[in-house]
Structure formats: structure tokens, C-alpha cells
């Protein structure tokens, strides 16, 4: 029996469609997760920058801040990173013991055949554990962000895409997610038998539903990931890597990739490869979403995203029905302020206009936390509501719209003048920064060059290309100036490939400046800086 349209209709919305668009450029990869067409997450990639979340170093020791009971540890980073007393972990000792049989040319010892040092107290002092000049071996918690270094952890794991597998430790966790007690038992037995000694895990949620077979051999890699890593520490001169994280890309691949993906679209066909070999090795049914994109236009124009990412750091944001957001970032947090705009002038229930209004604030909030990647102290001045019952139905549907966010965050009540108080974890730099400078096009001034000017200048530079013999040119454009260039049945782009005897392309591309212009070759290679 089918069900009735309007259960259909229900039905199809409570689907969500996931997107994972890659751009790929020559120093950056960005990375746009859009749910129903709508950005949620924005990541960008450095290519020559290697700090990730989840790397492992083997540092040395610079300086030991008793006052802060932490200690400052060089991994090449221009800033030290940081590393405090709790962060040693547990298991230091342990650790400590581990790399200095490899560091010091003594007998290795392995962690299997090991027995485990006593575990750190909670109470210690870094100065007990840590010298200046000694060797340690890290992980980064916290990528750099503004002036601060990496935070960095001593208590090491290595995530895969079922497990977390925790050297020093024998204890099987699973995650509270998967409710089934049967599941349980079965996923703890599955561990159990293939994991060496001395080594722990943390059962992923994705877990539940993989075969044993594929959970084993995630446990097993990472062993081995773990053994590569341990060997490397004598081989290596600090400060130096001695295991990376998977790309950025993997990752989320890795932690987010469920039946919810409809596409994972890239515009570059090394990086497409990748992913495709990297899907089909964790989730084989699904390899048939990752799709190379040949488009002519901008990858993010062309799914929307680029518009999207233009209002991403707006002051104000829109929302519905002349309702908006005011958005200031301070030193010490983030202010959010609701404003219903014109609405209430409208309205006759006051109430229940300012709960309608704060209900779509909270949804769009949620969002813009998790696209601004916006950490610390978040205050929210929602519009005043009278009535306790409506404070309370607010407060749970803010903790539902950002039950998604997988940054740890905590969210309080709503006081009696209608603040609301959410702190976020940080773990890596904001995708965007915003910023503020002289206009390198009018310097300040307002006015820019007359466009007769901008057709000679690139004319001029198009004639210099032709006499380097030069037979092809992609100009990298404003829509603006992409659409003044061809219009016409003998446009002036027709003009030049004429004159000039050389092919012309012309890319418009919204995140261009308004008159500037990229001359680019076949493979995208700037032809003249």
C-alpha cells in the first residue's frame, strides 16, 4: 500500500540530502559540506603548511613554565606549541620509557612485551617529568590559531574509521551512541580477539554497523600505523613528523561518510582518484558518489556555494520574514543579538511572534557556529519572551540544532532577560578570517580605473602574450567584466583572437576582484604575474 502525498511529502523532507564539494587550488583545498544545499561546514586545507589535528611528533623541550604548570616543546612550528601537566596523560611514564629506548640508542622496548609504569597523579608537577632539551613524543590537539601555537598531548591515539586505538591501555570502550546491549558485547568480543597487549580501543559509533571482518582490520592497521611511528623515533632528528594524519578531506570522509551522502563532488582529478580508492576501501558500495567535476565554471559557483561563502562573515544576517542576526566578535567572545525587524509591528501575539523568531535564530545560530567555527564564550540576545514555557521549548530546540555539531559545546538556560550563554570548543583555525584593509584596486579612494582603460591594459597584455608566441589564454575574470568582453555578436574577446591569432577562453569567477584579471594557461598556470 502507498502512502498518502501529504505522508510522502513528510517523508522526503525528513531525508537529508549531504554534499561534500572540494575545490582544489594550487596552495589551499577547500572543503564545503552542504546539507539540503545549504553550506553548514567550511574547511580549508593549506597544501604547504602540515600542523594537522591528530599528527605525531617526536619534539624537544625549550622551556618549563612552573607557574603554569606546562611546558613549551619545539615541533618546527614557528610559535612552540604548548603542552600542559593534565595533558601528559596517564600513561607518560609509559610513553617516556618507550621513546627513550629509541631516542637514546638503548634495547627498544615494545609496548606488547612491556610492563606499564605507574600512571601520573593528577596533582603533579610538569618539572617531575619534563627537562629542557629532552625529547618527548607528541600529538597535536589543537591546531595554531591567531598568536598561539599548537596545543599539543601526550596522550596518544590513533583514530580509524570503527575505532580509536590508545596504546598503554587495556580497556575496550564503546561508544554511548549504539544502545543494543547484544552490540555491545559483540563489538567488545570482535576487539578483544585481535588486540595485541598493553593496546586499548574506543568502538566508534559507525562500528555497529560493520562487518567483524573490517573492524579487525581497522584495529590491526592502526597497530601497525603505531609500530611505524615507534620505529621512526631513532631514525628521525627532532623536531620532526613522525606520523601524519589522513588529509583533511579523508577525515571527514572518514568520520562523517553515512547513507545521507547523495555526492561527493572534486574538481581535481589527482585528489578524485584519492578519495575514490578511499571510499571503496571503507565503504565499497558507496565509491559510485565520488564524481570529477569538468564544468567550465567555478566548482562553487556552480553548486552556489561561492554566494553562500560571500555572506558566510556578514555583519548581519537575514533570516525570514524581515527578521535578522547581528554578529560582533570581541576579544573575549561572540555576541549574537535577535532582532524581529519589522514583524511585530504586524503581529497581534507578541509571544508568539518572538517564538517563531527566536526558533529561526536558533537554527541559523547553530549553523553560523559551526561555518565561523566560532569558539570560546557565544551570548545570544534572543527577543524577550514572558511566558517560562516558551524559554524552555527554546532552550531545547537550540540543543537539538546543534546536536550535530561535533565540536564539544555546552549550552545554558535562558536567563530572565533572555541572554543565552553557549561556550564551544575550538580545535583548528576559522576557515575565513575576516578582514579589513585599503582596497588594492581604488587604494582607499572609492574610484577605479575607467573600463576603457581595463580593455587596453588586458588588450596590451594579450598582444605581449601573442609575441611570446603563446597560443592559448584563459582569462581569469569578474562576471562583470567576463560579460563585457563577449557581449555583442563581435565582442571584443572575437576581436583580439583575430587580431592576435590565439585562442581566448573566459572564465568568470565571483571570487575575483571586481577589474582583476588572471591570464592562465591549459593546466592553470599564470602566465604573467
Known sequence: MLPNKSSLTIYIDSVMQRELIINVNPTEVSIALCEDKVLVELNKEQCETGFAVGDIYVGKVRKIMPGLNAAFVNIGHEKDAFIHYLDLGANYSSLKRVVDSRTQQKRPVNVEGMKLEPQLEKEGRIGDYLQQGQLVMVQIAKEAISTKGPRLTADISLAGRNVVLVPFSSKVFVSSKIRSNAAKKRLRKVAQEVLPANFGVIIRTAAAEAEDIDIMQDILSLVERWKSAVSALGKTEAPARIMSEMSRVNTIIRDSLNDTF??????????????????????????????????????????????????????????????????????????????????TKAEVDQEQTALEVNLAAAAEIARQLRLRDMGGIVIVDFIDMRKAQSRQLLYEEMQKFMATDKAKHTILPLTKFGLMQITRQR?????????????????????????????????????????????????????????YLSQGLWSRRMRWICKYKLRIKLTADLSVGMIDVGYLDKEGNRLLE
Not at 547523495?262 to 589527482?270: A, R
Not at 556578514?314 to 543579538?337: C, F, N, P
Not at 580545535?427 to 579589513?436: L, N, Y
Not at 581595463?454 to 569578474?478: D, F, M, T
Open 427 to 483: 580545535v583548528r583555525p576559522i576557515a575565513v578570517a575576516e578582514t579589513s584593509d585599503v582596497c588594492p584596486t581604488c587604494y582607499g579612494t572609492g574610484k577605479v580605473e575607467p573600463t576603457i582603460l581595463l580593455e587596453r591594459k588586458i588588450e596590451g597584455n594579450i598582444q605581449l602574450l601573442a609575441e611570446r608566441g603563446c597560443r592559448y589564454v584563459n582569462l581569469r575574470v569578474s562576471p562583470y567584466v567576463a560579460a
Open 262 to 343: 547523495s555526492q561527493i563532488i572534486v574538481d581535481d582529478e589527482t585528489l578524485y582518484n584519492e578519495i575514490k580508492s578511499y571510499v571503496h576501501a571503507i565503504k565499497p558500495e558507496m565509491d559510485k558518489l565520488v564524481k570529477l567535476y569538468k564544468g567550465k565554471v567555478p566548482i562553487f559557483d556552480n553548486y552556489d556555494v561561492a554566494k553562500q561563502i560571500k555572506s558566510l562573515f556578514a555583519k548581519y544576517v537575514s533570516l525570514k520574514r524581515g527578521a535578522y542576526l547581528i554578529i560582533e566578535h570581541t576579544e573575549a567572545m561572540h555576541v549574537i543579538d535577535v532582532n524581529s525587524g519589522n514583524r
